[in-house]
């Protein structure tokens, strides 16, 4: 290196001095275009969508027909904006059913994922669960499109017609349990995509939570060990409440990948913009209704359908970005509290 | 206070939990791999890779090479973003006067959350975007331009947040090192940080590439596809081909052929991006086993 040095100081000090500046302000530069591109793709949207939103107001949020109208009657005017008479924009199966499967596919992800954090990093010998974070970290790697293939061609039909009869047979008929009786289809619909979805985000969170795991200090697990405590409570009042607010952050993002998964869902869910009546039929979400949607949205000549979309996808950026700021704030918020010597007394 | 026995048995069924949750992941992921490939592997054939497409005939050759373009031009338009965003970021080169302190540092901070909620944003939602503002708005057409500018846009926040991350694991030591030694600011980056932090960066530019290599859906609205090998051109080339098209379409269509090219071209793509993660473990445990101050 020290030759390198040399060589290198043959050149004159002004030289050095415009190489340090440069690098700086290539740097600033590029430090500022995410954020340029943030406000680009805002603006965008704000702009495509202003006339969708002023003339569906809030019958976007309520209504459930999704019509571009006809393309052949005369155009109507509302408030100045031309559209196709008949058409009608409501979003809220859309809406619904974006919430529906991410429900569904954090409710599972986040038991699951703790308890493989927990085997990964406490249970297993190091020569076995090193390769099993690995495979872990692969699932999260394997492209949403292939994972979506695999869920309408395999994984969907063998549920519906192993587990899924099955749970719909013994559940018991109470009011939450009853959404999943009744016909259970062919394994396009509600419960695959949303089982599809755990499957996206159990690896964001599993690796989060073992990083997080395994940088919990030796001795308050030993000292709650020593004072008796078993596997299980040391576990869960001294290991997870010491990273509580990591494992929830995690979890949010988490939310949020699922939120905006397209490709998967647009393959398992069946893509019927109705509310699911159960839990195994066709519905859709807001990311797969824009992808199914546009192609045919091109159809309206006054560019009104489109305009709509535009307001689907300010809705969903707007929800990814609470979900977002809402982990940042999570985190920030109890990461002072999130050890467990001040909180279990 | 629950018994003895009630802790015994939660401890025990704790233990069992953990195992079932585990096995719970690992068996859907091993038959996803084992699925795409029983789909694959029986019909194929190694033509498949250097064939053309022609409609729903021939092989695979045009959206591989798409592909690999696609990959390429991420990595030099936001492997160059995104690594200078991270080195600002990390506030490396932020020592002249004006860029050094609090009111900089607070900069910062509100870059880096505009770069995080970028990258929470939903890729569909960025495909929108750059069909109606690039492709219809300034009359680029389906084309590799529009294309790479979203995608490029999708991963300018992951490199960046994974350069500052290897940038802030450089031992301070070294840069003070330098300074010390009389080496100017840009050669001390070059030379000492940045070689220092390469492992770190790398990996990220890796994991970059397979999102990249992945994506399906900011590209349906951008480069929709075709079926040719790429042209050269950026815009106004009437679609450009990929891989992660023929998987979501290719599957659909009446002819067997058109099906079975849909199987290979997911086996092709889970191969790609294996073989990406495997080249970005592979490095992190190289580098790990040199340095051993390093490391958890």
Same mark, same amino acid.
């Given at each position: 290196?020290?030759?390198?040095?040399?060589?290198?100081?043959?050149?004159?000090?002004?030289?050095?001095?415009?190489?340090?500046?440069?690098?700086?302000?290539?740097?600033?530069?590029?430090?500022?275009?995410?954020?340029?591109?943030?406000?680009?793709?805002?603006?965008?949207?704000?702009?495509?969508?202003?006339?969708?939103?002023?003339?569906?107001?809030?019958?976007?949020?309520?209504?459930?027909?999704?019509?571009?109208?006809?393309?052949?009657?005369?155009?109507?005017?509302?408030?100045?904006?031309?559209?196709?008479?008949?058409?009608?924009?409501?979003?809220?199966?859309?809406?619904?059913?974006?919430?529906?499967?991410?429900?569904?596919?954090?409710?599972?992800?986040?038991?699951?994922?703790?308890?493989?954090?927990?085997?990964?990093?406490?249970?297993?010998?190091?020569?076995?669960?090193?390769?099993?974070?690995?495979?872990?970290?692969?699932?999260?790697? =394997?492209?949403?499109? *292939? @994972? %979506? +293939?695999?869920?309408? !061609?395999?994984?969907?039909?063998? $549920?519906?017609? &192993? #587990?899924?009869?099955?749970?719909?047979?013994?559940?018991?008929?109470?009011?939450?349990?009853?959404?999943?009786?009744?016909?259970?289809?062919?394994?396009?619909?509600?419960?695959?995509?949303?089982?599809?979805?755990?499957?996206?985000?159990?690896?964001?969170?599993?690796?989060?939570?073992?990083?997080?795991?395994?940088?919990?200090?030796?001795?308050?697990?030993?000292?709650?060990?020593?004072?008796?405590?078993?596997?299980?409570?040391?576990?869960?009042?001294?290991?997870?409440?010491?990273?509580?607010?990591?494992? =929830?952050?995690?979890? *949010? @993002? %988490? +939310?949020?990948?699922? !939120?905006?998964?397209?490709?998967? $869902?647009?393959? &398992? #869910?069946?893509?019927?913009?109705?509310?699911?009546?159960?839990?195994?039929?066709?519905?859709?979400?807001?990311?797969?209704?824009?992808?199914?949607?546009?192609?045919?949205?091109?159809?309206?000549?006054?560019?009104?359908?489109?305009?709509?979309?535009?307001?689907?996808?300010?809705?969903?950026?707007?929800?990814?970005?609470?979900?977002?700021?809402?982990?940042?704030?999570?985190?920030?918020?109890?990461?002072?509290?999130?050890?467990?010597?001040?909180?279990?007394? | 206070?629950?018994?003895?026995?009630?802790?015994?048995?939660?401890?025990?069924?704790?233990?069992?939990?953990?195992?079932?949750?585990?096995?719970?992941?690992?068996?859907?992921?091993?038959?996803?791999?084992?699925?795409?490939?029983?789909?694959?592997?029986?019909?194929?054939?190694?033509?498949?890779?250097?064939?053309?497409?022609?409609?729903?005939?021939?092989?695979?050759?045009?959206?591989?090479?798409?592909?690999?373009?696609?990959?390429?031009?991420?990595?030099?338009?936001?492997?160059?973003?995104?690594?200078?965003?991270?080195?600002?970021?990390?506030?490396?080169?932020?020592?002249?006067?004006?860029?050094?302190?609090?009111?900089?540092?607070?900069?910062?901070?509100?870059?880096?959350?505009?770069?995080?909620?970028?990258?929470?944003?939903?890729?569909?939602?960025?495909?929108?975007?750059?069909?109606?503002?690039?492709?219809?708005?300034?009359?680029?057409?389906?084309?590799?331009?529009?294309?790479?500018?979203?995608?490029?846009?999708?991963?300018?926040?992951?490199?960046?947040?994974?350069?500052?991350?290897?940038?802030?694991?450089?031992?301070?030591?070294?840069?003070?090192?330098?300074?010390?030694?009389?080496?100017?600011?840009?050669?001390?980056?070059?030379?000492?940080?940045?070689?220092?932090?390469?492992?770190?960066?790398?990996?990220?530019?890796?994991?970059?590439?397979?999102?990249?290599?992945?994506?399906?859906?900011?590209?349906?609205?951008?480069?929709?596809?075709?079926?040719?090998?790429?042209?050269?051109?950026?815009?106004?080339?009437?679609?450009?081909?990929?891989?992660?098209?023929?998987?979501?379409?290719?599957?659909?269509?009446?002819?067997?052929?058109?099906?079975?090219?849909?199987?290979?071209?997911?086996?092709?793509?889970?191969?790609?991006?294996?073989?990406?993660?495997?080249?970005?473990?592979?490095?992190?445990?190289?580098?790990?086993?040199?340095?051993?101050?390093?490391?958890?």
């Amino acid at each position: 290196m020290t030759t390198a040095f040399h060589a290198g100081s043959t050149r004159s000090k002004s030289a050095f001095v415009a190489e340090a500046s440069a690098w700086r302000w290539a740097a600033r530069v590029a430090a500022v275009l995410p954020t340029a591109a943030l406000v680009f793709v805002v603006a965008v949207l704000a702009l495509k969508a202003y006339p969708a939103v002023k003339v569906n107001g809030t019958h976007f949020f309520t209504g459930s027909e999704w019509k571009i109208g006809s393309t052949y009657a005369p155009t109507v005017r509302t408030d100045g904006v031309a559209h196709p008479s008949g058409a009608a924009f409501g979003a809220w199966p859309l809406i619904a059913g974006t919430l529906q499967t991410s429900a569904i596919a954090v409710a599972i992800a986040l038991p699951v994922s703790v308890g493989c954090a927990f085997a990964l990093t406490e249970r297993l010998p190091r020569w076995i669960s090193r390769p099993l974070g690995f495979a872990i970290e692969l699932l999260a790697g =394997v492209p949403s499109v *292939v @994972l %979506g +293939l695999w869920g309408v !061609l395999t994984f969907g039909p063998v $549920l519906s017609r &192993t #587990v899924y009869p099955f749970i719909a047979h013994h559940l018991p008929t109470v009011p939450v349990l009853s959404f999943f009786k009744g016909t259970v289809g062919h394994g396009e619909g509600l419960l695959t995509g949303g089982l599809t979805l755990a499957l996206m985000v159990v690896p964001i969170i599993t690796a989060t939570t073992a990083d997080l795991f395994r940088q919990v200090p030796v001795l308050p697990k030993e000292g709650g060990e020593a004072l008796g405590m078993t596997g299980y409570e040391v576990a869960r009042r001294i290991t997870l409440r010491w990273v509580r607010s990591g494992v =929830v952050g995690a979890t *949010v @993002l %988490g +939310l949020a990948r699922a !939120l905006g998964e397209t490709m998967a $869902l647009v393959l &398992t #869910v069946g893509a019927i913009f109705k509310l699911a009546p159960n839990v195994y039929s066709p519905m859709s979400t807001i990311a797969a209704a824009i992808a199914t949607q546009l192609d045919s949205s091109l159809t309206d000549g006054t560019g009104f359908a489109v305009s709509s979309i535009a307001e689907l996808a300010l809705v969903l950026g707007v929800i990814s970005v609470l979900v977002n700021l809402l982990a940042r704030w999570i985190v920030l918020r109890t990461s002072f509290d999130g050890r467990p010597l001040r909180r279990a007394a | 206070m629950p018994g003895a026995r009630r802790r015994r048995a939660y401890s025990a069924l704790f233990r069992v939990g953990t195992v079932v949750s585990l096995l719970l992941v690992l068996s859907p992921a091993l038959w996803l791999l084992a699925g795409v490939a029983a789909r694959a592997v029986p019909h194929w054939q190694w033509s498949v890779l250097w064939t053309g497409l022609q409609g729903e005939n021939g092989g695979l050759l045009g959206p591989i090479l798409g592909t690999l373009v696609l990959m390429g031009g991420v990595l030099v338009i936001a492997g160059s973003v995104g690594v200078l965003a991270g080195i600002h970021l990390a506030g490396t080169v932020r020592t002249a006067k004006a860029g050094r302190g609090r009111r900089a540092d607070s900069v910062a901070t509100w870059l880096r959350i505009a770069s995080d909620t970028l990258a929470g944003f939903p890729s569909i939602v960025l495909g929108y975007v750059g069909y109606v503002a690039l492709v219809v708005g300034l009359h680029w057409g389906f084309s590799l331009l529009p294309a790479l500018l979203v995608l490029s846009m999708m991963v300018i926040p992951y490199i960046a947040k994974a350069t500052e991350t290897a940038l802030r694991q450089v031992p301070l030591g070294y840069r003070e090192g330098a300074e010390a030694l009389g080496m100017p600011t840009g050669f001390a980056l070059r030379k000492v940080v940045l070689k220092s932090a390469a492992p770190g960066i790398v990996t990220g530019l890796l994991l970059a590439l397979a999102i990249a290599g992945g994506e399906t859906a900011p590209l349906l609205f951008t480069a929709e596809f075709s079926s040719t090998v790429w042209t050269g051109a950026f815009i106004h080339a009437h679609g450009f081909g990929y891989l992660t098209y023929i998987v979501y379409q290719y599957w659909s269509y009446p002819s067997a052929h058109a099906n079975d090219l849909s199987y290979d071209a997911g086996l092709v793509l889970v191969v790609m991006v294996l073989l990406l993660l495997f080249t970005a473990r592979l490095v992190v445990a190289r580098t790990q086993r040199h340095a051993e101050s390093r490391g958890r």
